[in-house]
């Protein structure tokens, strides 16, 4: 419950931020919006500026139903009728290749690609160990008293079995074997943002050329805003400290078009063990939680970029987690640090508020 309340602040400290400098529409365009809450245990907020509320409602339909099917396909704790998803993959762990949709194809060979071009911080091979902090995590959140941390023993054995190679895809044959059978995948770290893409390049094609989606804070908008002034969208990012207790706790905005920004922080899903905050993002190498900022903000062109890339900066330190942002050309990033300060690409800083600069994805 904890994380849907953290999406919803999220979401309307969004919406202020969007709303509030808007003027008259674009001639012949309405602004509509509207949410569901039924995939990838989040909200999702769509905004867009269309000719008539039933246009709008075609577009708010098929992104319901198409985001739907793709948190069925990356579904990986339970079956759905008529169905291969990544839970069957993993159910198959070392047993046979399963077919499976191009949605799945193409989300696994994403992830391998930037898990190679990243160093491996972020590895959908990790469903071993991810499962157990899971779980630990799960019974903290049930029992504050009785919460503790996975055995190191335990991590580690469970590490044997994240070898990302060992996932082998037959793009021909359409199908997906973990040639371990005590592997599996956990595609949480991009899952959300991957869906959200596809959604927006399918929903481009349809013909809308002004709006936005936001999955539980993975934002992508389309096109400018129709309100006759700006020629960008503003995007708040939250506070940390103020994801709690406040609607309005802006950190810092952004201004793009045809962009996402994809955040991780230690505020969105933790628990407690002995007095010290653990949260979700762990490190492939120390497979303890990642503890250098209390959060990292993503500004890339496309959705499954920016959500991948959220957390393997996250997981490094401030000095390499710069150059590898610095190293892949249409990336920028924020970073909050615990002392409260903020550090940003060059990039970034040209698409913020207190810039005033134009917004340019490139270095």
């Known amino acids: 419950m904890r994380g849907k309340l953290l999406a919803i602040i999220l979401i309307i400290t969004i919406l202020i931020v969007m709303t509030g400098c808007s003027q008259e529409p674009k001639t012949g365009y309405t602004k509509f919006s509207n949410s569901f809450f039924d995939t990838f245990n989040t ?84 469903g071993s160990v991810l499962r157990i902090w899971h779980d630990y995590r ?7 008293e009785e919460a503790k941390l996975p055995p190191m023993e335990m991590l580690q054995s469970a590490k044997k079995h994240t070898d990302i190679t060992k996932v082998i895809v037959d793009e021909d044959a359409s199908t997906v074997y973990l040639a371990d059978k005590d592997m599996s995948l956990d595609v949480g770290a991009i899952a959300k943002g991957f869906a959200t893409q596809l959604v927006v390049e399918e929903m481009k094609t349809a013909g809308l050329t002004s709006g936005i989606i936001s999955a539980g804070g993975n934002i992508s908008v389309i096109g400018v805003p129709y309100d006759g ?16 207790v406040s609607t309005d706790g802006v950190l810092e905005t952004v201004y793009v078009t045809d962009a996402s920004v994809v955040s991780s922080g230690d505020y969105q899903r933790y628990y407690v063990v002995d007095g010290k905050k653990y949260n979700h993002i762990i490190d492939a190498e120390t497979l303890m939680p990642g503890e250098y900022y209390r959060a990292v903000s993503i500004v890339a062109e496309g959705s499954a970029v920016a959500d991948f890339m959220s957390t393997a900066l996250f997981l490094l330190p401030f000095d390499e987690s710069l150059a590898l ?11 909050v640090m615990h002392d409260g300060s903020v550090k940003t690409t060059e990039g970034l800083k040209a698409m913020m508020k207190s810039e005033g600069a134009t917004n340019s994805l490139k270095k």
């Open 43 to 126: 909200l999702t907020q769509v905004v867009a500026y269309a000719e008539s509320e039933e246009e709008f409602e075609s577009y708010y339909e098929y992104i319901h139903t198409r985001f739907q099917k793709l948190h069925k396909l990356y579904d990986i704790y339970n079956n759905y009728e008529g169905i291969n998803n990544v839970k069957t993959i993993n159910d198959n762990a070392g047993v046979e290749p399963v077919k499976v949709d191009k949605e799945i194809i193409d989300l696994i060979l994403f992830a391998k690609k930037w898990h190679a071009l990243t160093g491996g911080q972020t590895n959908i091979a990790m």
């Open 229 to 244: 002034v700006r020629e960008r969208w503003s995007i708040g990012i939250q506070n940390p400290d103020e994801s709690i």
């Open 325 to 335: 942002a610095n190293s892949i050309e249409g990336v920028d990033a924020l970073w």
């Open 138 to 144: 799960t019974e903290g959140f049930d029992f504050p």
